[in-house]
């Protein structure tokens, strides 16, 4: 019996979607579907991450575009009865291969992200969001993470409302809290009276950590707060950050050690997770540090953040950009004894939810 379900996308970096991507090809192996997980380029700390149950195939194309003749011929060739995509490029792609192939082979994309973001407004990315939407009307289903993301893409594309459908990303509790039990070694960590802002993801300008550091040196100077920053991830702005941490004199109270593999022993033992991105499709971050009991601090940007802490019931919402608003609230969260078992509202995403949502969709 044929039950392949292929997953692809460019790379294994170290971002959200490549980390549920992984999940999602590691929980489809072991409730027995013959997974392929079909990589532009073979790159990426998550590689690690993969099941030996899960079959890796490197299409060595180098840049996405340039895996398409490759991605079509494997889809003919394979017949996987469907295909599973994420990230705009990578699903434009995908729809692509599908139809030169000319194969049965359903073509399921995942849209995490937001549509409508304000910090890209090049031509080029006007023509391949209109390229998106366009193509996207060929696919079988589209997946999106959030109610709100749904009624996004809906107004966007047009789409049959029928082919659109929401299966949140899955973060699981136990499997979180054995892995947040390793050991930390850097010395702030073994403080039980040093309070620890953390934050988690890639050195863009999407994540707002230029706003997270202004707020944590107005929080040392308004409050004298002893605290400190720990920012985990790496990317492109780490000297801008660096040289912004060195003007406000607070570059000995910030660590940046990079990507980290494991991030929740971190998380467990941080006092607040704050999150100040411009936009968000589905926070995985938010639920990781709720599963470990952290409390949450938040911009309400476009996306999913609001959906997750059921407008602030499980965590802060703060009107993006307010950094002096970011720093009272911050102080605040520290400083509480009244805070929500966020643990709770983590159980609702459990990845056997999650997988079962995904088992009824496809073929």
């Not at 079909?38 to 990426?44: H, K, P, T």
């Not at 995490?112 to 009307?137: G, P, Y």
């Not at 809290?177 to 309070?195: I, N, R, T």
């Not at 608003?325 to 983590?346: G, M, Q």
Request: charged share 20%; net charge positive; aromatic share 6%.
């Amino acid at each position: 019996m044929n039950n392949k379900i292929a997953l692809y996308l460019p790379t294994l970096n170290g971002g959200g979607a490549e980390h549920f991507m992984v999940r999602l090809a590691n929980g489809l192996a072991s409730k027995g579907y013959n997974i392929d997980l079909i990589l532009a380029s073979a790159v990426g700390p998550n590689l690690e991450r993969v099941s030996a149950q899960v079959n890796i195939i490197d299409l060595r194309a180098g840049r996405v575009l340039l895996s398409l003749p490759k991605l079509a011929t494997y889809i003919r060739k394979t017949k996987p009865l469907a295909i599973i995509s994420t990230q705009n490029h990578a699903s434009i792609v995908a729809i692509l291969a599908g139809l030169v192939s000319k194969s049965n082979c359903k073509i399921f994309i995942r849209q995490a992200t937001i549509l409508n973001v304000t910090d890209k407004k090049t031509m080029r990315s006007r023509f391949l969001k209109w390229l998106f939407l366009f193509l996207a009307k060929k696919a079988d289903l589209v997946i999106t993470t959030s109610e709100k993301m749904k009624n996004e893409f809906l107004e966007e594309s047009n789409i049959n409302n029928k082919k659109v459908i929401v299966i949140p990303n899955p973060v699981s509790i136990n499997q979180i809290s054995e892995l947040s039990k390793k050991e930390v070694a850097h010395p702030w960590f073994l403080s039980k009276d040093l309070p620890i802002i953390i934050a988690v993801g890639r050195l863009e300008k999407v994540k707002g950590f230029d706003n997270l550091i202004s707020a944590f040196a107005s929080l040392r100077e308004n409050y004298s707060a002893n605290v400190r920053l720990v920012i985990l991830g790496e990317g492109k702005l780490r000297q801008n950050l660096e040289i912004l941490a060195k003007e406000l004199n607070v570059d000995a109270h910030i660590w940046m050690p990079g990507f980290v593999g494991n991030i929740y022993p971190y998380l467990a033992r941080a006092d607040v997770l704050a999150l100040t991105s411009h936009h968000e499709g589905f926070p995985n971050v938010i639920l990781e540090a709720m599963a470990c009991g952290t409390n949450i601090t938040a911009f309400n940007c476009p996306g999913g953040v609001s959906e997750i802490l059921e407008e602030g019931k499980w965590g802060a919402l703060i009107e993006p950009g307010n950094i002096n608003k970011l720093s009272e609230t911050i102080y605040s969260v520290i400083n509480s004894t009244d805070k929500p078992n966020v643990r709770e509202r983590a159980k609702n995403y459990s990845p056997e939810v999650v997988l079962e949502s995904y088992s009824k969709v496809l073929p």
